[in-house]
């Protein structure tokens, strides 16, 4: 009974969160001292978040790291983390907190506890259980509408109509592009209009990424000589073939 008050307290708090979720971020700060701690990363706990987070997808910085310009110009692009100490008089209980750069709590972890008495150890596991209840949410980035309306506003403005070759097939219209590496991939932007035309993430395959551009979600693949963006619209798998040089 416990175990399912936990979940559903957690699930409510995430449907109930702010109008943004955890997959309208694609980057995460991560404190390199949280408040409740004597010192730096004490019980390794900073190490530790940071890695599950780029597990989980993100791109992580700790907050005393210099950023890449294109991701320091704009503080609401990123998603804050904090650890919580929850009250336990026979345990470790942590909770992981999400929030947006104006302290709105976006989405909070269910707690995780540890019993073992050796604080390395009780902190460590019970942050590793606190993330097992993040996996489930299966976190994947998505820019939030507004951004993506924005966007593609921008692009019906300042680029040429795309010239559809078939219902199937949609041959994309050229432009100068400049490609940036990312942790896990490549951000491509479209010079002529200062926008970001796509976001790659590594897959197995070094020849397909998973991709999302101008709020579309699918994959980039390499087909011969070039690159083609495929995704699924109004139910139909549609191929629009790039001038990427990767």
């Known amino acids: 009974m416990k175990k399912y008050l936990l979940t559903l307290f957690f699930f409510i708090g995430f449907f109930t969160s702010a109008q943004k979720t955890i997959n309208n971020y694609q980057y995460a700060i991560v404190p390199v001292k ?15 978040t940071k890695m599950k987070l780029k597990e989980m997808g993100f791109v992580v910085f700790y907050d005393n790291e210099i950023l890449p310009q294109e991701i320091a110009s704009d503080r609401c692009n990123k ?19 999400f929030s947006d750069c104006q302290n709105n709590v976006i989405l909070k972890s269910s707690p995780g506890s540890s019993k073992k008495k050796d604080f390395d150890e009780a902190y460590q596991e019970a942050l ?15 820019e ?8 593609k506003s921008e ?8 010239v559809v070759v078939d219902k199937h097939t949609v041959t994309a219209v050229k432009s100068q592009q400049s ?4 942790a896990n991939g490549y951000i491509v932007i479209d010079e002529n209009t200062s926008t970001v035309k796509f976001r790659l993430s590594r897959t197995s395959n070094p020849e397909v990424f998973m991709a999302s551009s101008q709020g579309r979600q699918g994959v ?9 963006f495929e995704f699924y619209q109004d139910d139909k798998l549609v191929s629009e073939q790039t001038n990427l040089k990767l």
């Open 179 to 182: 490609v940036d590496a990312t």
């Open 220 to 228: 980039l693949l390499k087909k011969g000589s070039d690159w083609f």
């Open 155 to 162: 692009i019906k403005q300042n680029t040429p109509p795309e």
């Open 79 to 97: 998603v804050y983390v904090d650890i919580e100490r929850a009250n336990s008089f026979l345990a470790t209980k942590l909770i992981i907190s």
């Open 128 to 142: 590793e259980t606190a993330f097992k209840s993040l996996l489930t949410l299966n976190y994947h980035f998505s």
């Open 144 to 151: 939030p509408m507004d951004v993506v309306v924005e966007k």
């Open 34 to 48: 949280f408040s409740w701690m004597s010192k730096d990363n004490q019980y390794r706990m900073s190490t530790i």
